[in-house]
């Protein structure tokens, strides 16, 4: 099946190819060189701007070093060559068009070295070469047997991001609006597998969310990059959806200064300002600094619908050597917004005969619906290189998260077509959440081939409280609301006190040899634990688990940047609850067998992969409708191919562009009917492509624009799959002007306002929800 799915990317694959393999600067072709005398940090990023080099290096080695003037017609090797003369440093070239920087060492210690720390700074354009989600450490994309995306943050500021689900909207096997227009939290989809509360990370460290007790909206504008690797995880991560995670990696303190400030109006009355400032507090760099801030003050497309948001996140680094770091992290966020909104299918996805509802319609009551979260968060990263051999790291936090959400929603259409009928929810969430992770590091060769050997310990402990109320409401004229209807407050239904455990051992290695072989192998052990005091019934339930998990994964990489590769995971899930006999469930397990094809072009700056992948999910929960018992007998797989490419041109120019082709069954289950169907809210098929321009140079100099186009395929909204969504193509743009220190630009989304149902499902009948509409987005920022 993996090859049949491979074949039917091949024919895009091979014009993607095509437009990203034309190159940028050739390393060998003598070029214009004009860079001043300037610390080494900015004259190297200069280089590779200048030249097409893709350039990696850690900050540490670079901290406090000047580069001196290096001006004329040279070759891009002869330009770097002269800015490293007397730094100690010296440089390699790695896949493609990159080259990577590190210290000048013996010949006997750089055969225990075969990479080094690679940061954010070597993003060019779209195209990033790193990541350290993937293995837990900073291994270059091309040598890493497994399929991940990285959103950089030029691609995050060009696109007008503000949300984070719109940040995966040009992201392959990743939804992040199954339901449509959303401003509370972040719903995820990976690989067709639902992820709402098992794969949201925050630089490395998991974002706990028990049986959906609260909710995470993160700020797309504290973050550096964001990361997503699709696949089963557990190997490195512990308990988690098979589909993969994402992870956002936090904006660090640096000692490049840093200043912008920006104000973004928009319509629905939209007001947001933000700055973003940091840099050195001695001369020497040694301590450094950033606060990143937001505040916003929207109302949205919904009547009553508010989007407010206060985001402040102040962090500082310390770096007494270039052997030692230690960054601390924090974040205050402050959300205030209210439930979207589901309507009737009758009236939006099927005719109504009393007309169409509108995707402004409000369905709960505006002085009782509310929903406030507030999140802090601190921790810390820390890092020592003993020695050649060994490093030693450890990552901290401790974070607060509390919801507040009361909503009265729509059930259903009563006979009269017109009237919705209408159900209450209150919910009150609290989390108290710690997770460490500790690593030791060792690079050494056996031979010829060369290791980077991980082992790690990471332990996570969540204190959550949950009380929740659910009673009937008065019905709602879907064509004439009238508000105001009393609600009636009962008693809790759920009043819990959960505290759960997780311990994780785990161990990697990364093994090269033959210079163009990659093998990783891992293996990890979990031991997860959890306990429930119900408050009502005065009762303690209480299960543990525990579970190994591997993975195995080949790599080859050939001198041309072609990089086929194979590879094998497994990922578990605790199940709370009881079987028929009253035994606790067994976990829910995933494996996963993918293969696929990377490639780097030497010349260029860009970077293309294809996937096909196999995930078969077991042991999953059902409702057996015989019994009114819980059983565990569920299974569903799912395969398809995955197609990405990423490209930044000397011209101006920046693109990225995905094909996804999915292909989920539910393959055991209690209900005969549903064997068979596509699982719900999953699309067939996905595809996206956007394009963004600025000219240098010229009368038009500072001018750009972007473009991008996006298809979701229909999905079903019950198994078996009677109730259909139809999927639908959406257009965003963008135009900006650049002027001295000034940034003028112009973001929509959905630019020609197409109202679109996303997805339905039954209640008492048939329930939908809408997608964005136009939403049109300005920026002035200024930078120094």
Known sequence: MISALLRRATAVAVILCAVLAVPAAHAQNAVAIDIPAQPLNAALLALGKQTGLQLSFPPEDVAGKQAPAVSGTLTPQQA??????????????????????????SPASQQQLSEVKVVAEGDQGYVATHDSSGTKTDTPLIETPQSISVVTRDRLDEQGVNYLNEALRYVPGVQGEPFGYETRLTYIQLRGFDAYTDSLYMDGLKLTNPGFLVSYNLEPYGAERLEIPRGPASVLYGQGSPGGLINYASKKPSKDAVHEFAFEPGNYSRYQGKFDIGGALDQAGTVTYRVVGLGRDSDTQIDYVQDNRQFLAPSFAWRPNADTSLVVLSHFQHDRTRDSQAVPGEGTLTPNPNGHIPSNRFTGEPNVDRYERTEAAIGYEFEHRANDTWTFRQNLRYLNTKVDEVVVYVTGLEADQRTMSRAFFQGFGTLGE??????AQAKFATGSAQHTLLIGLDYQRSDADAVR??????GLDAFAPVYGAPITFGAPYQDDDTVADQIGLYLQDQIKFDKHWILTLGGRNDWASSSTFSNLTQTTSDQSDRKFTGRAGLVYVSDIGLAPYISYSQSFLPMIGLDPSGNPFSPETGEQYEAGVKYQPAGSESFLTVSAFHITRQNTTQFDPSTFLTVQTGEVRSRGIELEGNARFDSGFNLTGSYTYLDPEITKSVIPAEIGSRPTWVPRQMASLWGNYTQHGG???????????????????DTPNTLRVPGTTLADAEIHYNWNNFQFAINARNLFDKEYVTSCYFRSSVVCTYGERRTVIGRIAYRW
């Open 80 to 105: 770097l060559e002269q800015l490293l003369a007397g730094s100690g440093l010296s440089y390699r070239s790695g896949p493609g068009n990159s080259i990577v920087i590190e210290r000048a060492m």
């Open 434 to 439: 710690t997770a460490v992770d500790t690593q």
């Open 469 to 474: 109320y659910a009673d009937a409401a008065p």
């Open 699 to 717: 009368p038009f100099d500072g001018w750009g624009a972007g473009l991008g186009v996006r298809y979701q395929g229909a999905t079903y909204g």
